[in-house]
């Protein structure tokens, strides 16, 4: 069986915030658990927040915007190694971390002020990976962190979380080689465990309810990786 | 919190086997639950298997399949509305049913014997309605019911599941109109909820477990929807 606890009553994460201590003293940790956090908490934790009004917007930002704010779109810009596909105001942007996502990970949305904006972390691994070692030194408890965003999908309505940044996490579950039921090898069979654990961790996170992490607990999913590693290599990529 | 069970100890299933009584049979259902039946069981269940040794390879077929085995390239061009993309042997096409999907859906792992190829369900909603009928019938529990599979992404390593069918299940939650804890308005923040639900079960279905079927209790998902309402409208999608 696997359970899902949200952490509850966590205050607005602001620029400076230990994550750790904040979950630490909310959360009941065991070792092998996985400790989901959204990447807006983290974000912001970080600093990680660009006010509009500083911004100058550049022409192509302005072209990009159309009847939007441009200085938004000089943010994505900026955040991008590349527009993968744009129809305004809609923006996909391969992001400086190698993501492929919409407007760069730059989101308006739970912003700490009207007229900000908020990034994805510089190193989302990192950011696990320190959020990690803080439990570790508070709670004793080794367990793995998830940094999770949501994330449109092409040919699929609706956004789902999927894993940005990990810490002690196995990103892919890799069944080649091993055999189903019947026998057969199951060729090709490459699971994405930690974008899986993202998205169920969304189910209690919820967008307003304020709760900026969870706790799941009996999936083994222990194991080293990045959350670069669920990136599509460009040169496989058949979509970008 | 929410919980995810796995449906132990189900035989390997064979066509006309009541799904429905097999689970019954070895889960604690309450009204309000979700429970996610793996595609292969709910293919195999209802009959929807081809014998490759029957099928006879158009040249479009062998073609398309390289050194690959062309009856299941035919399979799979009988199966599909259209090509999207290949780069053989991959094919990514668009299934009568309407997903975007690898190979049309049609997989030859865990088929019931060598030689054969397992399809989707013909009406994936209506697979779901059956079992959800069943469930009631016979526990009196009104659940959820989602048929999973699971799919390949653009832009990200491994597969996630998805719901391909559903019943009694609200497949999107559309935050439009809420506030977040700021008071500002989150546009265009759809969660594709019956895929996250149907990715969390994964994490105990297991593909060389035997394990076709989960329950997850404490997610408020009851609406109406089709797994179709998951699938991105061709006019609205920059990757079709």
């Not at 009941?28 to 974000?43: E, I, T």
């Not at 970080?46 to 704010?69: H, K, Q, T």
Request: proline letters at 5%; one cysteine or more; glycine letters at 10%.
């Amino acid at each position: 069986m696997i359970s899902i606890v949200p952490v509850e009553g966590l205050p607005e994460i602001l620029d400076g915030d230990d994550l750790a201590a904040l979950i630490a003293e909310r959360a009941d940790l065991r070792g092998g658990d996985v400790v989901v956090v959204a990447q807006k908490a983290v974000s912001k934790a970080e600093g990680r927040v660009v006010r509009l009004a500083e911004v100058e917007p550049s022409d192509e930002a302005r072209l990009l915007a159309g009847n939007e704010d441009p200085r938004r779109f000089e943010v994505i810009l900026r955040e991008s190694k590349r527009i993968v596909r744009t129809r305004p105001p809609l923006v996909i942007a391969e992001t400086r971390q190698g993501f492929v996502c919409a407007s760069a990970g730059v989101d308006s949305s739970n912003a700490p002020e009207a007229g900000m904006v908020v990034l994805l972390p510089e190193d989302p691994d990192e950011s696990a990976a320190r959020v990690r070692r803080g439990l570790y030194e508070l709670t004793g408890a080794d367990v793995g962190v998830i940094v999770s965003d949501s994330f449109g999908r092409p040919w699929r309505q609706g956004t789902t979380d999927v894993a940005i940044g990990l810490s002690g996490i196995r990103p892919l579950l890799d069944l080649e080689g091993e055999r189903d039921s019947a026998g057969y090898e199951l060729h090709a069979t490459v699971i994405a465990i930690a974008d899986e654990l993202a998205g169920a961790a969304e189910l209690v996170l919820g967008k307003t309810a304020g709760i900026p992490a969870a706790v799941i607990r009996g999936v083994d999913a222990r194991g080293v990786g990045s959350g670069r590693d669920l990136v599509m290599p460009a040169e496989r990529d058949l979509f970008r």
